[in-house]
């Protein structure tokens, strides 16, 4: 049974690993962001932005467009990540268009409903700014300060890491003290390397919910730009 909990822990790692975080942009395209005021992309551990459940936030984010097409905004959405797992997601539709060679700023409410069952603490996230077809247009990193519930979904899988972590730690000292390790160099090595995978996450877990630091998402780039799309369907 403990065997079985320590690869439960090393295929959770590795399939957070695993776990894609890449989205297509623009290129050319530049956002600037600011929640209740205050500069989004600025935000860090020291400085996050508040969510807090239940009360909204106004959001304002002003998009430059160098090219020689529109840019139509129509989705924004918030994404609080940890360790490659989404906790939070909210989706906000807008109709916003961004003519050529232009820049505009457009402003929205956006609703926390239901945050205090889903996340709690210090957590990387971004502002997504999508067109029609879902496609991400521009990216902005951020470090959000979530002031919901310990018991909420991000809590207790922190909790639950920690059980495990606890017990494939019992598992690889009952196997040195017994003598009772694998001679398979890979199956002795799966089992000692649980426990120190586990430590890992259950530090990442503990000191995002005791808001010591969050872990920043970094901006991301594509190669398809706008002006290319609007040659293409013209």
Same mark, same amino acid.
């Given at each position: 049974? =403990? #065997?079985?909990?320590?690869?439960?822990?090393?295929?959770?790692?590795?399939?957070?690993?695993?776990?894609?975080?890449?989205?297509?942009?623009?290129?050319?395209?530049?956002? +600037?962001?600011?929640?209740?005021?205050? $500069?989004?992309?600025? %935000?860090?551990?020291? @400085?996050?932005?508040?969510?807090?459940?239940? @009360?909204?936030?106004? !959001?304002?984010? @002003?998009?430059?467009?160098?090219?020689?097409?529109?840019? @139509?905004?129509?989705?924004?959405?918030?994404?609080?990540?940890?360790?490659?797992?989404?906790?939070?997601?909210?989706?906000?539709? !807008?109709?916003?268009?961004?003519?050529?060679? $232009?820049?505009?700023?457009?402003?929205?409410?956006?609703? =926390?409903?239901?945050?205090?069952?889903?996340?709690?603490? =210090?957590?990387?996230? #971004?502002?997504?700014?999508?067109?029609?077809?879902?496609? +991400?247009?521009?990216? !902005?990193?951020?470090?959000?300060?979530?002031?919901?519930?310990?018991? +909420?979904?991000?809590?207790?899988?922190?909790?639950?890491?920690?059980?495990?972590?606890?017990?494939?730690?019992?598992?690889?000292?009952?196997?040195?003290?017994?003598?009772?390790?694998?001679?398979?160099?890979?199956?002795?090595?799966?089992?000692?390397?649980?426990?120190?995978?586990?430590?890992?996450?259950? =530090?990442?877990? %503990?000191?995002?919910?005791?808001?010591?630091?969050?872990?920043?998402?970094? #901006?991301?780039?594509?190669?398809?730009?706008?002006?290319?799309?609007? +040659?293409?369907?013209?």
């Amino acid at each position: 049974m =403990l #065997k079985t909990i320590g690869t439960v822990v090393v295929l959770l790692f590795c399939a957070l690993c695993g776990i894609p975080t890449a989205a297509a942009t623009y290129d050319g395209i530049t956002v +600037s962001a600011t929640a209740d005021g205050r $500069s989004v992309s600025a %935000s860090t551990s020291n @400085e996050p932005i508040f969510l807090r459940p239940g @009360e909204p936030v106004d !959001v304002a984010i @002003e998009l430059t467009n160098p090219t020689s097409a529109p840019v @139509e905004v129509r989705q924004v959405e918030l994404v609080g990540r940890v360790v490659g797992l989404n906790f939070f997601t909210y989706a906000t539709s !807008v109709d916003f268009t961004v003519p050529a060679a $232009s820049s505009n700023t457009f402003h929205y409410r956006l609703d =926390l409903t239901g945050l205090r069952g889903q996340a709690t603490g =210090l957590i990387g996230g #971004k502002l997504i700014i999508r067109d029609a077809a879902g496609d +991400s247009i521009a990216t !902005v990193p951020m470090v959000t300060d979530v002031r919901g519930s310990v018991l +909420s979904v991000y809590g207790l899988f922190g909790i639950a890491l920690l059980v495990l972590t606890v017990l494939a730690l019992i598992d690889a000292a009952f196997g040195i003290a017994t003598h009772r390790l694998s001679a398979n160099r890979w199956q002795r090595g799966l089992r000692l390397l649980a426990p120190g995978i586990g430590d890992g996450l259950v =530090l990442t877990f %503990s000191a995002s919910v005791a808001r010591l630091w969050g872990l920043r998402m970094t #901006k991301t780039t594509s190669a398809r730009s706008i002006s290319s799309s609007s +040659s293409t369907s013209s």
